[in-house]
């Protein structure tokens, strides 16, 4: 039976099953079992044949003939506006995966903020030593030995470590990484060159893992900008002084009654590097044989180098002794237990009216006097230097020729101590020389 329209008693007496019309695509649907329920009917075109959609409504009698008028009444209006038209169990079903979705987004949004906190944890405990250690360790698997990639590790426990290995590492600046490099560049140009390389390569790749936010702080072209690499001219030399003021030096530095005073003599005499006086070590010395011996693991080139002390030389240390601290250090910066900075020696000279050097040149001035002034072999005065000797000759020398070293020093020491006119200090601003403690 089928009635277009009918009251609320006539739906009760409905009992036989079938489809009971209500007008405008509204249907009573009474099963065997006599459930009465409301149903939407309508026709749709798919694939080029028309199909019979049927939407649920509600039971009956818990949904009344007006509430189910009203909701077929707004499926019909959907399907005049051409929108999509669901059965209630695919509304429930897209309700479900939407709220699903709205999990999962949340979940995705809790686990991103979770990283998010974690990265910042890590970016407050890495420390720089952290992110190069990383660095060496993943770029050793493409090094050709073990030996290349310890010299990685050499360089940075030798020139970086200290001044800003367990500083967190966001907080590095390029102003800390050219405190580092520019008292490099007068003394070891190359190896300055190399650790900045370093430093940048090992800034990348914590930039790339989020492990550190901003500019890379070790950029080449921006440390240039600095004036970082000033003092190293073209093709790797630096300014030395004329081997004939040498002795004015001495003067100079003789009337100063500084602790970088005396290490600038020190240099002078001995000729080896600013960084390896610097941080001599009275136990490195046999003062009754004269020798002071550099240990491996601070020398250039990782071999021990015996020094063959000159009288004057000796004298040095006699007047360093009163600085002398626990940690043994013959000249100790201004903080005591520090070495000294390279800065401190630069300033020195810099401040010297006509004294165009830099700490590093006053070895070439060495090497000039011995090539012009004396007869002395060459192959010597490089070993003075602590030069690898090239060539066939290099190659079949076991020696280190120590005695004919001491003779060579001896006779520079004679003519760095030769009376001259000293220098004058330059008119220029800049904090005084007794800036470096004195002996009182």
């Known amino acids: 039976m089928a009635r277009e329209k009918f009251t609320v008693s006539q739906a009760h007496e409905l009992t036989a099953k079938g489809m009971y019309g209500a007008g405008d695509g509204l249907y009573l649907q009474v099963t065997e079992r006599g459930t009465k329920s409301w149903v939407y009917r309508f026709k749709e075109i798919e694939g080029g044949k028309t199909k019979q959609r049927y939407i649920g409504l509600g039971g009956f009698p818990e949904t009344s003939i007006s509430e189910a008028r009203r909701k077929a009444g707004e499926l019909r209006q959907k399907r005049e506006n051409k929108e999509e038209v669901l ?3 695919a509304v429930k079903a897209q309700a479900r995966v939407a709220s699903k979705l709205k999990a999962h987004e949340a979940a995705r949004a809790t686990a991103a903020a979770l990283e998010a906190v974690e990265r910042e944890r890590v970016r407050a405990d890495r420390t720089l030593r952290d992110a190069v250690e990383d660095f060496i360790l993943d770029h050793a698997k493409g090094l050709r030995n073990d030996k290349h990639a310890a010299s990685y590790t050499a360089s ?32 070891v140009p190359e190896t300055a060159s190399k650790v900045q390389n370093r430093l940048h390569r090992a800034f990348v790749r914590e930039i790339a893992h989020d492990r550190f936010e901003g ?12 004036g970082v690499f000033s003092g190293q001219a073209k093709g790797g030399n630096f300014d030395a002084l004329p081997y004939r003021d040498v002795p004015r030096l001495w003067a100079f530095l003789k009337g100063q009654k500084t602790i970088g005073a005396l290490c600038l003599r020190f240099l002078l005499l001995t000729c080896v590097r600013s960084r390896e006086v610097r941080g001599a070590n009275w136990s490195e010395l046999d003062l009754e044989a004269g020798v002071w011996t550099v240990p491996a693991e601070r020398m250039k080139m990782g071999e021990a180098h015996r020094v063959p002390l000159s009288p004057a030389a000796l004298e040095v240390l006699a007047a360093a002794k009163p600085w002398r601290l626990e940690n043994g250090l013959i000249f100790p910066g201004r903080h005591s237990g520090d070495v000294m900075t390279d800065m401190t020696l630069l300033q020195i000279v810099k401040r010297l009216e006509g004294c165009k050097t830099t700490v590093h040149g006053l070895r070439s001035s060495f090497r000039d006097w011995a090539a012009e002034e004396t007869e002395h072999d060459n192959h010597v005065a490089e070993m003075a230097l602590a030069h690898v000797v090239q060539g066939v000759e290099g190659a079949y020398r076991r020696g280190d020729l120590f005695k004919k070293r001491r003779a060579l020093m001896d006779d520079w020491a004679a003519f760095v101590t030769r009376k001259a006119e000293p220098f004058k200090l330059a008119k220029r601003k800049g904090p005084p020389l007794h800036a470096v403690r004195r002996c009182e």
């Open 87 to 89: 059965p209630a169990r």
């Open 215 to 226: 500019a890379n702080p070790a950029d080449k072209d921006v440390l240039k900008a600095m």
């Open 156 to 187: 940075m426990e030798k020139y970086v470590f200290p001044l800003l290995g367990d500083r967190p590492l966001q907080s590095i600046t390029k102003h800390d990484i050219a405190g580092v490099i520019r008292p490099m560049v007068p003394e």
